[in-house]
């Protein structure tokens, strides 16, 4: 793992700025668009961290466009992205899960349209657990009128031209990728600045973790309850049984999966016909951060970035993690398919 330059400490900012020098006819602005991210996260992460001594935990008493309860650490993280992008006018547009609509910014002439799960894992707030923020970030196509239209955002997650999480664990780490490959940083709070721990993540190809909600089982397809069974039986050879770990917020599972591997799913259920997490600003920016590192994401069908959305704030199943897992998982919901049909 090589962390430092010159024997020195390298900033998500200088980062940003090298990787950007590598593409001549770069403008400059997708930097500063993830600059203003890391800003955004600074102070989410400053707030999350004195949540018990502020009076920010707990509910607003509102409920969002998807019938959840607000609670006020995710509103103060949507106003937070939301007024960072708006300072350097490159964002037409955002929409996040908490507002019903998109959201117009000033910056009409902006290219890129911005997706957020501005606080990922609300559930866990007032325990103490770790929850994170997810971005998504596209580009307008020239073709479009000057005023920006929902439908704009409507692109597959083959069009991100980056994204990525920031979590607040036990440290403030925040990942991302533009394409290529998955770079991680820690937040010092010392010094207040996102610092470079790891260029290029690898997600191992075989992992010895299952996470998924095993309080909806009895609603799950034969073949996931098989896979999870399997995943449950002994067997030294692929590490069997593998461990259950499932925290509740994607993030925070996602990043253990990216780091020591495995697999998360969040299926559809007869609670969530659809599956609970949202296309756009959950499983897009996390599948495109996993197939960077080398894993693999999909519906149980079809690979997630290749879904051709209907609406900004629709939900999938996923099954994302490490390849060989997920081919695995997707096996046993091919083989089980056709015998519960019948
Ligand atoms: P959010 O807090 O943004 O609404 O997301 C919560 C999501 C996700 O983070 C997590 O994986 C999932 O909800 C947990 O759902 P269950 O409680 O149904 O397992
Ligand atoms: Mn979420
Ligand atoms: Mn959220």
Redesign the pocket.
């Known amino acids: 793992m090589d962390l430092k330059q010159n024997d020195r400490l390298v900033t998500l900012e200088e980062f940003i700025i090298q990787s950007q020098n590598r593409f001549p006819g770069a403008t400059g602005e997708l930097s500063q668009l993830l600059r203003d991210i890391g800003l955004a996260a600074k102070i989410i992460s400053r707030e999350v961290n004195k949540a018990g001594i502020t009076n920010i935990l707990g509910n607003e008493g509102s409920t969002n466009v998807h019938g959840e309860s607000v609670k006020k650490l995710?509103t103060f993280a949507d106003q937070q992205l939301i007024s960072s992008l708006e300072r350097s006018s490159i964002t037409c547009m955002v929409i996040s899960?908490?507002n019903d609509g998109i959201v117009r910014l000033r910056s009409s002439g902006g290219k890129y349209i911005v997706y957020l799960?501005?606080?990922?894992?609300?559930s866990n707030i007032d325990v103490n657990v770790s929850i994170g923020s997810i971005f998504s970030i596209y580009m307008r196509e020239p073709r479009f009128d000057p005023a920006v239209e929902e439908k704009e955002a409507l692109q597959p997650g083959t069009r991100q031209v980056a994204a990525g999480y920031v979590l607040y664990g036990s440290s403030t780490t925040l990942s991302y990728t533009t394409g290529l490959g998955v770079s991680l940083f820690t937040l010092d709070p010392s010094i207040g600045e996102f610092i470079l721990t790891e260029r290029k993540v690898q997600i191992p190809d075989h992992g010895t973790i299952y996470s998924i909600n095993e309080g909806s089982y009895n609603s799950w397809d034969l073949g996931l309850k098989k896979y999870i069974k399997y995943c449950q039986e002994e067997d030294q050879e692929t590490g069997r049984p593998y461990s259950a770990r499932y925290i509740g917020s994607m993030v925070a599972d996602i990043h253990r999966t990216l780091i020591k591997g495995g697999i998360f799913i969040y299926p559809h259920s007869k609670r969530y016909p659809d599956g609970k997490l949202r296309l756009m600003y959950e499983c897009n920016p996390l599948s495109f951060i996993i197939e960077q590192a080398g894993g693999m994401a999909t519906n149980g069908k079809k690979r997630i970035m290749d879904i051709k959305p209907d609406s900004i704030h629709q939900r999938t199943p996923i099954y994302i993690g490490s390849k060989e897992n997920v081919e695995m998982v997707m096996d046993f919901l091919f083989e089980y398919a056709e015998e519960e049909a019948v």
Do not use: A, F, I, T
């Open positions: 995710d899960e908490e799960d501005p606080l990922d894992g609300s």
